[in-house]
């Protein structure tokens, strides 16, 4: 039996790094992107011409979570784009501001302006930006951005474009993946 010389082999393979180790669970993931789809809104599911792609890369303190999102074909003019604390299928509050074209939220650095129909929008996100949700138990500021953290880490927040056409939402994606979802990628 060889048994000692193979684990020797797999440790020695190990140790030189020569093959990736998968972390377990969603704790260290750092970059979420999602597609935009009328098909994801909630209450109502939409049938939309609109689309888009977002993705959010969380910095490796943990400080800030840089974004770029991108849509086009909307129907009707874009009002504003946030993340909000919420997973598939459920309506959640608006918890970080994306762009607007409305009155900027009060006590939050204001957003850039949202493209009217279609166009790209790019931002850098911190503890300032995050608007507490009592009814959520969503906390502002350093407490809350770590608590939004951990909803990306756990498809509990979505990103969404609400447009004149649907002030509700025209276009979401969900952010994360559900720790309930299956873990197989057909």
């Known amino acids: 039996m ?15 790094g020569l093959i990736a180790v998968p972390a377990f669970g969603h704790g260290g993931q750092t970059t979420f992107p999602t597609t935009l789809s009328g098909y994801n809104e909630t209450a109502a599911t939409l049938n939309s011409p609109g689309g888009g792609s977002f ?31 919420g997973r598939p299928g459920l309506t959640g509050g608006v918890a970080l501001f994306l762009c607007t074209n409305l009155t900027p939220p009060a006590g939050v650095p204001t957003p850039p302006a949202c493209p009217i129909t279609a166009g790209t929008v790019t931002g850098t996100l911190t503890a300032a930006d995050v608007i507490a949700l009592p009814n959520q138990s969503l ?7 770590a608590e939004m953290i951990k909803a990306l880490r756990n498809g509990a927040a979505y990103a969404n474009v609400h447009t004149v056409g649907h002030p509700s939402g025209e276009i979401r994606g969900p952010l994360g993946k559900a720790s309930d979802e299956d873990d197989d990628e057909d």
Do not use: C, M
């Open 55 to 85: 993705v959010a890369k969380i910095s490796k303190d943990e400080s800030s979570i840089a974004y770029t999102l991108t849509y086009d074909s909307l129907p009707t003019n874009a009002l504003q784009a946030h993340i909000h604390f």
């Open 139 to 145: 906390d502002a500021g350093a407490a809350g951005f």
């Open 2 to 16: 060889n048994h000692p010389r193979r684990l020797s082999t797999i440790f020695a393979v190990l140790a030189t």
